[in-house]
């Protein structure tokens, strides 16, 4: 039972939650760039380069003989999955530089002092006449 324990500590502390749900978005995000990437930035691209599929883009390797389909090296595919990882990884980048900015500023401002309590300013008070007194 002690191993059930330690699995049960372990799923439902908030890291692991955390890490679930970055996931999770992570994974939406992914195919949020690359219909991005295939649906609006490589159709400009293809047009410019005289109306190039990007998709479509193979070498044959081997020619389709009888029932057996085609060898091809997809390297339109490949392509369209650099463009993915170049975005992916820059808007990764600038969410970390927003993060590094954000604690850059809280560590340097630094906390106001606490007031004094009021046993202090009483002892601070005792001070101040005693010293008149001399």
């Known amino acids: 039972m002690g191993m059930i324990k330690e699995f049960k500590e ?76 170049t975005i992916i990884a820059f808007v990764i980048f600038l969410a970390v530089k927003a993060i590094n900015s954000l604690k850059k500023r809280e560590a340097a401002a630094p906390e106001a002092p606490p007031a004094p309590t009021k046993d202090q300013v009483l002892l601070m008070e005792i001070r101040d006449l005693l010293k008149d007194k001399k």
């Open 10 to 85: 372990f799923a439902v502390k908030g890291n692991v939650v955390d890490m679930a749900v970055g996931i999770i978005v992570g994974a939406a995000f992914g195919k949020i760039v690359s219909s991005f990437v295939g649906d609006v930035v490589m159709p400009p691209i293809g047009v410019a380069l005289g109306g190039v599929d990007f998709s479509n883009l193979s070498i044959i390797v081997k020619e389709a003989v009888e029932n057996k389909p085609a060898v091809l090296i997809s390297y339109g595919k490949f392509l369209m999955t650099l463009v993915d990882f």
